[in-house]
């Protein structure tokens, strides 16, 4: 008797491991199934919009080099603040050393926008390098405007040399950044 108990169970304990492992192994082929469906849809979607995975890869480059430069950007912001959190906003604003350090970083990234440039525009000719020049001369003239504008809706006083100088660095800094990333310069 308890040797048919044993045949039993073991029978039947065979049995669920065999639905199991059927059940795990539909699983794995049910994901193989949709991944491939996925990767397909993709590959299809790529040829449709005439775009190829080396390009996607570029683009994703790209987003990537934008992403950093804003971190580079808003942790020099964040770096600032908690300078003028430490050393108390009145004092700040009445430091010319302060100010003087704004403009020297904006001299910095003044020049690597203009190293920049210079990459792009080497990498251009004819009507790409015209129409490249306009769209830089016209993106300097916003530049200078906006960090006029933002400068003006402070308070008379030193913070508004400050407050000019903060922006036209974010703003080069990150012109750039788009021209690294969307123009290949180096």
């Given at each position: 008797?308890?040797?048919?108990?044993?045949?039993v169970?073991?029978?039947?304990?065979?049995?669920?491991?065999?639905?199991?492992?059927?059940?795990?192994e539909?699983r794995?082929?049910?994901?193989?199934?949709?991944?491939?469906?996925?990767?397909?849809?993709?590959?299809?979607g790529?040829?449709?919009?005439?775009?190829?995975?080396?390009e996607?890869?570029?683009?994703?480059?790209?987003?990537?080099?934008k992403?950093?430069?804003?971190?580079?950007?808003?942790?020099?912001?964040?770096?600032?603040?908690?300078?003028?959190v430490?050393?108390?906003?009145?004092?700040?604003?009445?430091?010319?050393?302060?100010?003087?350090?704004a403009?020297?970083?904006?001299?910095l990234?003044?020049?690597?926008?203009?190293?920049?440039?210079?990459?792009?525009?080497?990498?251009?000719?004819?009507?790409?390098?015209?129409?490249?020049?306009?769209?830089?001369?016209?993106?300097?003239?916003?530049?200078?405007?906006?960090?006029?504008?933002?400068?003006?809706?402070?308070?008379?006083?030193?913070?508004?040399?400050?407050?000019?100088?903060?922006?036209?660095e974010?703003?080069?800094?990150?012109?750039?950044?788009?021209?690294?990333?969307?123009?290949?310069?180096?």
């Amino acid at each position: 008797m308890e040797q048919a108990f044993l045949v039993v169970l073991g029978a039947a304990l065979t049995w669920a491991f065999y639905f199991v492992q059927r059940r795990v192994e539909r699983r794995r082929t049910t994901e193989a199934i949709e991944r491939s469906q996925k990767l397909l849809a993709l590959k299809q979607g790529l040829e449709g919009a005439k775009t190829s995975l080396g390009e996607l890869q570029r683009f994703e480059h790209g987003l990537v080099g934008k992403a950093q430069s804003a971190v580079e950007i808003a942790d020099g912001i964040v770096t600032r603040a908690e300078e003028v959190v430490e050393r108390g906003a009145v004092e700040v604003l009445h430091d010319d050393e302060f100010t003087a350090q704004a403009r020297e970083r904006l001299l910095l990234a003044d020049a690597r926008m203009r190293r920049v440039v210079a990459t792009v525009r080497a990498q251009l000719d004819g009507e790409e390098l015209a129409a490249f020049d306009r769209a830089h001369s016209a993106w300097l003239a916003f530049r200078d405007r906006h960090a006029l504008f933002i400068a003006q809706s402070y308070a008379r006083g030193p913070i508004r040399a400050l407050i000019q100088a903060v922006t036209l660095e974010s703003l080069t800094s990150a012109w750039a950044a788009e021209l690294e990333t969307q123009l290949g310069g180096d």
